[in-house]
């Protein structure tokens, strides 16, 4: 059975850092590209970035371009996002999520429950 | 950025019942759509993707269809484990996008 499961949330201040990260069990990691979705309170869902198998390819949305950074260790079956200069409005429930194939497809297969990013001072 | 409009936000049903909840792309996306639901405190579970085709282990009582710019989910025969929210995503162009969600509640 596929296990995502995110750390690494809490409440930070405008302008720090965070780290998350994600532990995948289940599957064979590296055979997969993976992405991290967020959710903020009372919001919709929004894509955030991705990572093809070999990190090779990776995305952003135009919102967190330039502050976050993904990478995944296949040796550790981890996906991370490290978060820089946070703002109020990164404040979200972040999922990690699993992809179809070794390359990014958009086709979001398995979900994570999901860590909460609090930004506030 | 393609836009997702969903609709309603919320649906109020019986056991039972058959429900429909759709989804507008702002431009085409062939059929490069996915249905979820996702439940208080879970993760969300894929139960559709390319539209029409039905993830495996999900029942045959959710469907599918549409092409291009307008999709629906329904579901018949509602049955107490459906009560949740729904939501679609489009995986045509980046960024990746998603419907508002739909609050399926019991009435």
């Known amino acids: 059975e596929v296990q995502l499961v995110e750390s690494g949330g809490g409440l930070v201040q405008p302008g720090r850092s965070l780290r998350l990260s994600c532990a995948a069990s289940?599957?064979?990691?590296?055979?997969?590209?993976m992405h991290w979705v967020r959710q903020a309170p009372g919001k919709g869902l929004e894509w955030v970035s991705a990572?093809?198998?070999?990190?090779?390819?990776?995305d952003y949305a135009d919102s967190v371009k330039g502050r976050f950074t993904i990478s995944r260790d296949n040796a550790k079956s981890s996906l991370y996002l490290q978060m820089n200069t946070l703002r109020a409005e990164d404040t979200a429930l972040y999922y990690c999520?699993?992809?179809?194939?070794?390359?990014?497809?958009?086709?979001?297969?398995?979900w994570g429950q999901g860590t909460l990013v609090t930004v506030s001072s | 950025d393609i836009q997702m409009t969903q609709s309603p936000s919320s649906l109020s049903a019986s056991v039972g019942d058959r429900v429909t909840i759709t989804c507008r792309a702002s431009?085409?996306?062939?059929?490069?759509l996915g249905w979820y639901q996702q439940k208080p405190g879970k993760a969300p579970k894929r139960l559709m993707f390319?539209?029409?085709t039905l993830q495996s282990g999900v029942p045959s009582r959710f469907a599918g269809s549409g092409s291009g710019t307008e999709f629906t989910l329904t579901i018949s025969g509602l049955q107490p484990e459906d009560f949740a929210t729904y939501f679609c995503?489009?995986?045509?162009?980046?960024?990746?996008?998603f419907g508002q969600g739909t609050k399926l509640e019991i009435k």
């Open positions: 390319s539209a029409s």
């Open positions: 990572i093809t198998w070999n990190s090779e390819t990776i």
């Open positions: 995503v489009q995986h045509n162009t980046y960024p990746y996008t």
């Open positions: 999520v699993k992809d179809v194939g070794y390359y990014i497809y958009g086709r979001f297969d398995s």
């Open positions: 289940g599957f064979t990691f590296d055979d997969y590209a």
């Open positions: 431009q085409g996306i062939r059929n490069d």
